[in-house]
């Protein structure tokens, strides 16, 4: 059964989550602040957490940073909060966690998030192969990419990014799809968010004056070519 870290200080939430979840078949364990979820994750081992970022304790961008520096590099995590506007969904996804969805919350969307995540976690372990693009190498076993021979440094989520888009090497791929492969769903409203980041994969790829292998189709989305 899958075990669901719920990491927030409204009680009335938890409760609904609780309710909820362990409805649709998933067994709920709960934290009120950082210190609590922090132990938790450690003794529990939870295979997803739900995270509020405002704690009694220190927010959740912490908290999220903290859990993927401690070991929690596959572990999916999912911000809940009412915080909504671009500037902090970045912030969120920046800090490590996989999705940002904002309060209030249709319950159904956010199980269809959660499996998502859960998916993209069960195809990473699947994931073993090595792809070459020009002079782009990205080892998928190893999670490392290098370009013209150096080691770039890259977040999870860049580098489930370019590993997406050199699946898909000389394909124009819609920001719809990519938003949908890369972060689980599907919604126009947060489509900006691709933006950021293929700006982000760009500075680090094409350090020294490098060509760059990202291009914007202008209207449709992007594609990764030599």
């Known amino acids: 059964m899958v075990k669901i870290l719920v990491v927030e200080d409204e009680k009335q939430i938890v409760s609904f989550l609780r309710r909820g979840l362990m409805y649709k078949g998933f067994e709920v364990i709960s934290a009120e602040n950082g210190n609590e979820a922090i132990e938790k994750a450690q003794h529990a081992a939870p295979d997803l957490v739900i995270l509020d970022i405002m704690l009694p304790d220190f927010d959740g961008f912490e908290l999220c940073r903290y859990l993927r520096a401690t070991g929690n590099e596959t572990l999916p995590i ?21 999705d940002y969805i904002t309060k209030p919350f249709d319950f159904e969307e956010l199980v269809a998030r959660i499996r998502a995540a859960l998916r993209r976690v069960e195809s990473l372990h699947q994931s073993n192969q090595r792809l070459e693009i020009g002079d782009l190498v990205i ?30 090497a000389s394909h124009v791929l819609s920001k719809e799809r ?28 094409n350090v020294g004056g490098k060509p760059d292998l990202i291009h914007a189709v202008r209207g449709i989305g992007y594609v990764l070519r030599a």
């Open 78 to 98: 999912l911000m809940l909060t009412a915080k909504d506007d671009l500037a902090d969904k970045i912030t969120g996804l920046d800090s490590g966690a996989d």
């Open 139 to 168: 080892d998928s076993n190893a999670h490392e990419v290098w370009r013209a021979g150096e080691q770039v440094e890259l977040t999870r989520r860049e580098y489930d990014l370019l590993e997406f888009l050199a699946q898909n």
């Open 178 to 205: 990519i938003f949908e492969r890369v972060w689980g769903y599907d919604n126009e409203a947060e489509l900006e968010v691709i933006k950021v980041y293929i700006n982000y994969l760009r500075s680090k790829l």
